[in-house]
């Protein structure tokens, strides 16, 4: 929020500058090339801004191949078109526009001294000049006539005079402009107070409501006792450990998908959209808990854990009842996973990617190494992770901080148990369908199985329970669908 109106705030002030400069630096007339310059500058700042946040050094050079654009557009454009336009200063403009006559009769004069052709043509409207086909010399001609006529019967203005027409014509209006973009931007960003018809207290405070595993690949299934939970098409269903009885227990707002499924207890908390939601295990009693985009949502006893994109991808947590909202980190979160009472966590700078730890309160952040993680998932020796750049997957010993390549594929999603790791290659093919087969290996990297090689899975991914793979997936002809694999392969739905 703040960083947007300072974005703002920023551009406005430049505008601002701009004008004055031009104001007293020019004669009487502003070319055109200068307003194709300005925009131009725009155009990159926006190129830039949208950038990585860590710098604006690194961005100048990605920006240039998208400035280039612009400036080759401009520039054709300019050199190519038969008018030269000529812009009055923002000063002269009230008096151009009460002597519009006089300065049209000095055009019609300069016209039938040049007795130029009937293609070529001088036009005056109360911002700027247009030449059409006329040389520089002609132009020059004419905008000095021009020029000395604004020059000798304009009003001079001292000092306080140009304060009181910049206050009026500059000032006022951008600080309404501000405001009103405040206003906007205060609007679109309101977050209604959150209540909830029940407050609740998870027993267990060690409870988890999913895997790790699961949370990465958006958690479209969750296992609890006796019954496993899963989003799907908009809905969330619940079946019981041997995939019968499947019943649809929530179904409002088909339209909005939901994922990050957690069960604890009584209750499904889930994304939905914006939201952070809960539900009773029975499909009732809907409330938001939370509203704002969110990665990787994990409750773990009464506290949800998760990225909030609204604050600047730092690490949030609300308690179930979604009160207390805490801010954890004050870095940009690449990746996160919660286990066993900590935190851990990637984020990147332009030189190097960093893993810590933290406890689930924010306090005694360590160290741990220099390497940039996606879908991380920790267990009781290793941290398993997927390097951010190169796609491989590696596991880091959470004893010694060695590293082991587990894999030479390029591995785009991964899920482990136990014992085992599941799998999906990058389809360098095919870029409609970038999941590429069903792989399973030992979780040493060993032991590597092909379960289907040809099918393409979906971006919801996949999930694991204690018996059950669950995946979307397709053959490329058909729409993608839920299928459902015993750990050895074997097709079950």
Known sequence: MNEKIFIIIAAISVYIIVTIVADFKMKSFIPEIYYNIF???????????????????????????????????????TVLKKKRIYYFKAIDKKFIKENNEAILQIIEDYENNLNIDNESSI?????????????????????????????????KLTAKGYLIYYAKTVGIPAIITLAAIVVVIKFMNYRPPIEVSEKINIKNEYLVGNTESNINNYGMVAEAEDFIYYAMEGKIYRTDINLENDMVIFDELEN?????????????????????????????????????YSLQMQVVGNWIYFISIEDDSKICRIDVNGQNKQLLSDKDIEDMAVYKGKIYYSYNTKEDGFLEVMNTDGTDKQFLSNIRTRNMIVDEEYIYYLADVEEILYRMSLKNKSRERLSNKQILKFIKDDNHIFYTLKNVDNEDWRFKGLYKMNVDGSNVTALDSEIYLDEVGMAVTKDYVFFVSTNGKNHPALKIINKDGVRLK
């Open 256 to 292: 909005l998908g939901k994922d990050t499924i957690n069960v604890v207890e009584d209750w499904i908390f889930f994304r939905q959209g914006k939201e952070i939601n809960r539900i009773k295990t029975d499909g009732t009693n809907n409330e938001i808990l939370f509203i704002g």
């Open 39 to 77: 925009i131009v500058g725009v155009y990159f700042f926006i190129i830039v801004d949208i950038g990585d946040s860590d710098g604006l050094i690194p961005q100048i050079f990605d920006a240039f191949v998208f400035l280039l654009i612009p400036v080759s557009i401009l520039g054709t454009y």
């Open 123 to 155: 036009t005056l409207d109360n911002t700027r000049i247009i030449f059409h086909k006329l040389n520089q010399s002609q132009i020059e001609g004419c905008l000095q006539l021009i020029g000395n006529y604004i020059n000798d019967n304009r009003e």
